[in-house]
């Protein structure tokens, strides 16, 4: 459940309709941040917010709305509390930062997908991937004018092996790499960003726990994908 539930919380928007049933912590700013989003089969529901309160202020909140039926897990950064009702899964997920405290507020109905066994694990479809890389999530949003996808993959090849690979990829395919630099620390991560017509692909490759990660954000602003 604390794999599904980091994951519930990286992207999407939630229905202004819904606030009521799932409110924010008081006096925190709240803002979409997509329009519809699939992940692993789900559809989830996203905010994000920010507040100038500390993380267990906002647990504490939470803890008091919910009650007996909160359950709290952990995952450094992230501090998480959620509850089921019915089909739907309501996920809180937070971190501090020197103001205070941001994080997402997320309802996925992962729990009618467990019950009538549709739940997907991704399997990352027709992106490129180096052998033996394992996709950790996929998720589809839909917006007026816009398609993405948002991708994360890890496997046991060298961050510099991974953006050669991706690199030489997406150049022998025709597109432009409009940047490629190397980020902090210690020059040991990679940013990506190509262009092809009406489409762009934002890839961050870095190491994290003895494995490389590439994150990466496709985007196709026109009317076909």
Do not use: C
């Amino acid at each position: 459940m604390i794999t599904v539930t980091v994951f519930i919380g990286l992207l999407a928007l939630m229905a202004e309709t819904q606030a009521e049933d799932f409110p924010a912590p008081p006096s925190a700013t709240v803002e979409n941040i997509a329009g519809s989003v699939t992940s692993m089969g789900m559809n989830l529901n996203i905010r994000r917010f920010k507040i100038e309160r500390s993380v267990e202020t906002v647990l504490t909140f939470y803890r008091n709305l919910w009650g007996k039926e909160a359950s709290e897990s952990e995952m450094p950064p992230w501090m998480m509390i959620g509850r089921i009702d019915g089909d739907h899964y309501y996920n809180v997920q937070v971190q501090s930062v020197a103001a205070g405290s941001w994080g997402y507020l997320s309802i996925s109905d992962l729990p009618g997908r467990l019950e009538d066994q549709s739940y997907e694990y991704p399997d990352g479809g027709n992106f490129p991937k180096m052998n033996g890389s394992q996709v950790i999530d996929d998720q589809v949003s839909d917006d007026p004018g816009k398609k993405g996808r948002t991708l994360m993959i890890a496997n046991g090849f060298s961050v510099k092996s991974n953006h050669s690979f991706y690199k030489n990829h997406y150049r022998n395919q025709g597109w432009n790499v409009v940047m490629d630099q190397q980020t902090e620390p210690r020059q040991a991560a990679y940013a990506l960003y190509m262009t092809k017509g009406p489409k762009t692909v934002t890839l961050t490759i870095f190491e994290s726990d003895g494995k490389t990660m590439v994150v990466a954000n496709e985007v196709n602003r026109g009317l076909l994908r």
